[in-house]
């Protein structure tokens, strides 16, 4: 969210500063290229192996880079929690 807000973060190619940003299927959300020199981004490689990227977005290591494939998918297995008892609570 930070980052985002100070501007290091381009969706499209162009710079976004609003963290609320809705994207859309489609959609390419890259590192500024100014940005790669912060230390905030210079661990991001070692921080990226051992993340697992939801079946619905791409990600490019190589280039920082990662695309909207489609709409997200709420399996328990991908966001770690159950869902089911989220909307069972609030029904009540």
Avoid at 16 to 24: A, D, K, Y
Avoid at 37 to 54: A, G, H, Q, V, W
Avoid at 80 to 86: C, E, K, L, M, T
Wanted: aromatic fraction near 10%; hydrophobic fraction near 35%; glycine fraction near 6%.
């Amino acid at each position: 969210r930070q980052m985002v807000n100070h501007g290091h973060v381009n969706v499209n190619g162009v710079r976004n500063s609003i963290p609320s940003f809705v994207v859309s299927v489609g959609d390419v959300i890259s590192v500024r290229e100014r940005s790669l020199s912060k230390n905030l981004i210079k661990d991001f490689e070692e921080r990226m192996k051992t993340y697992n990227c939801p079946s619905w977005l791409s990600f490019d290591k190589t280039k920082k880079e990662g695309k909207v494939q489609g709409l997200p998918k709420l399996s328990s297995a991908e966001i770690g929690f159950d869902v089911s008892a989220i909307y069972e609570f609030y029904s009540r």
